[in-house]
Nanobody, 130 residues
């Protein structure tokens, strides 16, 4: 089982900044993708920013609405994901969720790749006042 611990949300005025963190822990053999999603009241959950990796390479992607304002980063040694949010706008108000997709360790120790997992954080509220 993979545990996810999010932090960093809060209330900020428009134009302000916040930094979200998400630490994944447990029997993790490898991580294929990490990302931040958000869900505003009455709307569907949407991808904000994410890392992907695979046989064709790795990369990042951002929602058009946050390009140039948000920056995703990670600390691979700590399996921790960050989202630096600058120039926040009221329309950025939402619950932000981190997501990690990867493989568990198999057997004793962590020498073999096990089953695929897809884990979500508990969500952290970001509120931007005008």
């Amino acid at each position: 089982q993979v545990q996810m611990a999010e932090s960093g949300g809060g209330l900020v005025q428009a134009g302000g900044s916040l930094r979200l963190s998400c630490a994944a822990s447990g029997r993790i053999f490898s991580i294929n993708a990490m990302g931040w999603y958000r869900q505003a009241p009455g709307k569907q959950r949407e991808l904000v920013a994410g890392f992907t990796s695979g046989t064709s390479g790795s990369g990042t992607n951002y929602a058009d609405s946050v390009k140039g304002r948000f920056t995703i980063s990670r600390d691979n040694a700590k399996n921790t994901l960050y989202l630096q949010m600058n120039s926040l706008k009221p329309e950025d108000t939402a619950v932000y969720y981190c997501n990690v997709v990867g493989h568990y360790c198999s057997g004793y120790g962590c020498y073999e790749r096990g089953a695929l997992f897809n884990s979500w954080g508990q969500g952290t509220q970001v509120t931007v006042s005008s």
